[in-house]
């Protein structure tokens, strides 16, 4: 499952971020032979069919997913939004796709802190977990992140609980830096936020392409 709290690739609306980035990220970036491309407004029926086949599977940890099923209107003004932070430089959800090419998670970079500092955010369907594809994607969105001159440092956050998030950082060799208290969004979370960084000294490890 993807990182939660505040990150992005997520069903709603990004929290408050700093200046957008004045170079906007790629729409493609290629990870393990694969392309990860940004999910547009026309992958609507893709993406409610992806979120409603996984709804269990993402609530424990997902605020957004105690609302799913959406309509399709709300969906699209979602695609519509993403859409927009990736024109105006705040952030890029890419498509994680399968052995076969087709859709099965969400990947994300998003400016949510610091002036030099971006956030990756994710989540996988439920039959891809444990393939790494999360892992995989993370690392080329945090080899793009330090190849862009405004960014020098990379952040994954989530709820202490989340084993499979903090599993994604530690395996990307990710410093973890801290821990914060807030109220708990989700039915499995305890509240407790813990913060991994990545800063220009970051290599990706062995094994993750």
Avoid at 12 to 27: E, K
Avoid at 51 to 72: C, D, G, Y
Avoid at 155 to 176: C, E, K, W
């Amino acid at each position: 499952m993807r990182s939660d709290e505040t990150t992005a690739a997520r069903e709603t609306a990004h929290p408050t971020r700093t200046a957008p980035l004045r170079t906007r990220l790629p729409d493609q970036i290629e990870a393990d032979g694969q392309m990860l491309t940004l999910w547009r407004s026309d992958d609507e029926s893709v993406l409610s069919a992806l979120v409603s086949q996984n709804i269990s599977h993402l609530r424990p940890f997902m605020k957004w997913a105690a609302t799913e099923p959406i309509p399709a209107e709300e969906r699209l003004a979602l695609l519509e939004r993403w859409d927009a932070e990736w024109l105006a430089g705040t952030g890029a959800s890419y498509k994680v796709p399968d052995d076969r090419g087709d859709p099965c998670g969400v990947v994300s970079l998003f400016r949510s802190a610091g002036p030099q500092q971006i956030e990756i955010g994710y989540w996988v369907a439920s039959r891809e977990t444990g393939k790494g594809r999360i892992t995989r994607a993370a690392s080329a969105l945090t080899v793009i992140a330090f190849d862009h001159p405004e960014i020098d440092t990379v952040v994954i956050a989530h709820d202490a609980a989340n084993a499979a998030s903090r599993a994604v950082a530690a395996r990307l060799g990710y410093a973890r830096r801290r821990a914060a208290s807030r109220t708990p969004e989700a039915s499995a979370e305890t509240g407790v936020v813990v913060q991994w960084e990545a800063g220009r000294w970051w290599r990706p490890p062995a094994g993750v392409r």
